[in-house]
């Protein structure tokens, strides 16, 4: 069960963010201070807990050698800077995505912004597909007109239709969920066999670098971050950088990736959830109900799959 939760709180961090940034524009900080300053409080308790690690680490070889007498035990935890670079590399499309994610904030509603963001769960899909050259089977087609559906419910397309909704947003959030697909792509690949706290370090690394490539950190140094951005930078990165891969690295591999991927799915109400209460946003009745179906179409192919093992026993 503490795994399961494990897997949900990380989720459900995610969650926070939409709001959170919300809430900083308006104050009047910019996209690249948000982001910039999310990055660097998840870079700082990346590292810290990585150097942790790695102190112990040495601290129980040490005192396995001096109490076996014997070569301390290995660990997969040996990085060559090629392989830095391409976590690095591997890195980068978290921080694109989080760059268009927030910058849809600006234009479209959280709620929406949060449903569009999760079409990477059928991009995910399609771009998979086009790569192996293999066709999503029937019961993929299926859970896709699922999301489909529940994403016309829960955007409200089919209540106000498509005018009220400002395009410019809509093709950013789009974007983000695109780029958020190629990084669980990239994530996934990239130097597997390393513990996951050296491997996030090193990708957090990398979209930082990026974030202050296109926008040069100059909160560091005009006193802004001495303000309030420091507590939204804290928070964004305690939430969004931090909390959720150090608890997905504790229940992932005790639960499956597929019931991950179902409790992965506790972002979107909680964001939808936040939106309404915090930010005063109006979520109706039909769009609650497809944020559901949305909930369901994650579900279901897992479903599926536990339901036929469970015939085949």
């Known amino acids: 069960m503490k795994y399961i939760l494990s897997v949900f709180l990380g989720a459900a961090s995610y969650g926070i963010l939409s709001t959170i940034v919300v809430l900083a524009y308006g104050d009047g900080y910019k996209l690249g201070e948000v982001v910039g300053s999310q990055l660097l409080t998840g870079f700082i308790l ?11 680490e040495k601290r129980g070889r040490g005192a396995s050698t001096s109490n076996e007498g014997g070569a301390a035990p290995k660990t997969m935890t040996k990085l060559t800077w090629k392989h830095r670079l391409i976590l690095m590399a591997a890195g980068m499309p978290t921080a694109i995505t989080g760059l268009l ?50 994403t016309m419910l829960a955007a409200g397309i089919i209540e106000q239709g498509t005018g009220k ?11 983000s969920a695109v780029s958020y697909s190629l990084f669980i792509l990239f994530s996934g690949k990239a130097v597997p066999a390393v513990h996951p706290a050296y491997r996030s370090v090193w990708m957090i690394t990398g979209g930082m670098v990026l974030v202050f490539i296109l926008f040069p950190p100059a909160f560091l140094f005009n006193g802004l971050i001495f303000g309030d951005l420091m507590l939204y930078g804290f928070l964004l990165g305690m939430f969004g950088a931090f909390i959720p891969p150090v608890l997905f ?64 026993q």
Do not use: C, D
């Open 165 to 175: 909704f400002n395009i410019m947003g809509v093709v950013l959030g789009l974007l």
């Open 101 to 150: 994610y927030y910058q849809s904030l600006r234009y479209i509603p959280a709620s929406l912004a949060i449903i569009l963001l999760f079409q990477f769960t059928w991009i995910g899909v399609l771009i998979q597909a086009v790569s192996q050259k293999k066709r999503p089977n029937g019961i993929m087609f299926f859970t896709i007109a699922i999301l489909f559906g529940g």
């Open 46 to 56: 990346a590292w810290a807990l990585a150097l942790f690690m790695k102190w112990r």
């Open 249 to 312: 690295a504790v229940g992932v591999p005790h639960i499956g990736e597929g019931m991950a991927g179902i409790l992965g799915a506790s972002e979107l109400p909680v964001a939808v959830l936040l939106s309404s209460f915090v930010l005063n946003e109006h979520v109706s009745a039909l769009q609650w109900t497809g944020v559901i179906v949305v909930l369901v179409g994650i579900a279901l192919p897992e479903l599926l799959k536990r339901r036929r093992k469970l015939s085949l």
